[in-house]
């Protein structure tokens, strides 16, 4: 818990700030007692934080929705939450009867899509929903660490894996998945199809005492992504935004549109001014992630090493080396 809220309490001390200047506030929601309750959720978000739908947007550098923008990814953050205080009891359950608790996150989604729950709320629903769909994912992680996988033959998992990922791939085709391709949308497809495909990759699970030669190149990128995961994932909807709605603003040049519209409509300088962007939340934001980490906060934390200069009288074999 300690990892996972201070960069969430970085993202709400900025946004929930700046919907508060543009106009958010208790009568937002009609029930002012609840808008008030409800910020806790960006404190301890066991469930979803609330946000402005409207806002007035900040003119040539973030849209209108850009509070929604900011909100949406915060349900896995509360479904994250959720599996951290629950990981105790599935564990307990996991060492007990395996393959029942292995199985019953499946259940529950295959419950809620039946359609034999109308009592829940939607909030309520929210939560179980996303619970259900990546719960049996996250108890394979534990199933892995705590050896019931070894149990099986070596042919079960690639014989089955593949077979319960067709049934996944069946169930949202059979649910209008042609029409936009959004497995999201169809949440039991979605549990079924993440539990086949992780149950392979913990499978195949390969384990490196060092880099591979041909991904050693990689290793500075992966090591600062693992190290701002987070930060990455809170802020990337908000750069996303902002990279496009500062580009448009492009076609007002005509030089622009009149000489380089392939390169207006194209979508890589938007890719491209999006990362850009990300890097610097990384290193206005990231620092966040060190200190819940009870590490020294650094401003890009790639894994490579600098060498200080050597002191005074130490001579050659007195440098040391530290991370960056």
């Known amino acids: 818990m300690r990892r996972l809220l201070p960069p969430l309490w970085v993202l709400g001390a900025v946004g929930v700030t700046g919907m508060v200047l543009q106009g958010w506030g208790p009568d937002a929601e009609g029930y002012p007692g609840w808008w008030w309750f409800h910020l806790l959720y960006w404190i301890v978000p066991l469930s979803d934080p ?43 359950a996991l060492r007990r009867v395996p393959w029942l608790t292995l199985v019953a996150p499946l259940a ?14 939607d909030r309520t629903n929210s939560a179980i929903t996303d619970f259900s769909t990546f719960g049996a994912c996250w108890i394979l992680g534990m199933a892995h660490q705590e050896g019931v996988l070894r149990r099986l033959p070596r042919y079960i998992i690639p014989s ?32 079924v199809w993440s539990f086949g495909a ?10 490196w005492r060092e880099w591979p030669p041909r991904l050693r190149a990689w290793a500075g990128t992966i090591t600062l ?27 007002g040049f005509e030089i622009m549109w009149k000489h380089l519209p392939w390169l207006m409509e194209s979508w890589v300088p938007v890719l491209l001014f999006t990362w850009a962007l990300i890097a610097a939340c990384i290193m206005l934001f990231g620092w966040a992630e060190d ?15 600098r060498r200080k200069a050597p002191r005074a009288g130490t001579g050659p074999g007195g440098t040391r080396s530290h991370r960056g």
């Open 50 to 92: 609330p946000y402005a739908a409207e806002l007035a947007g900040v003119p040539g550098i973030l849209g209108e929705s850009w509070g929604e923008n900011l909100a949406g990814p915060l349900w896995y953050l509360r479904a994250y939450l959720w599996y951290v205080m629950l990981s105790p009891l599935l564990l307990w």
């Open 198 to 207: 992780v149950l392979l990759l913990l499978h195949i699970s390969p384990s």
């Open 160 to 191: 089955v894996a593949p077979v319960i990922m067709a049934v996944g791939l069946w169930w949202a085709l059979r649910e209008g998945f042609r029409t936009g391709y959004d497995l999201d949308s169809i949440p039991l497809a979605q549990a």
């Open 108 to 121: 529950l989604s295959a419950l809620i899509a039946s359609g034999n729950m109308p009592w829940i709320s």
């Open 291 to 305: 200190v819940a980490a009870k590490r020294r906060p650094r401003l890009w934390p790639n894994g490579t090493t």
């Open 225 to 251: 992504l693992n190290s701002r995961a987070v930060t990455v994932y809170l802020w990337h909807n908000l750069c996303i935004l902002g990279a496009a709605t500062m580009w448009n603003q492009l076609w």
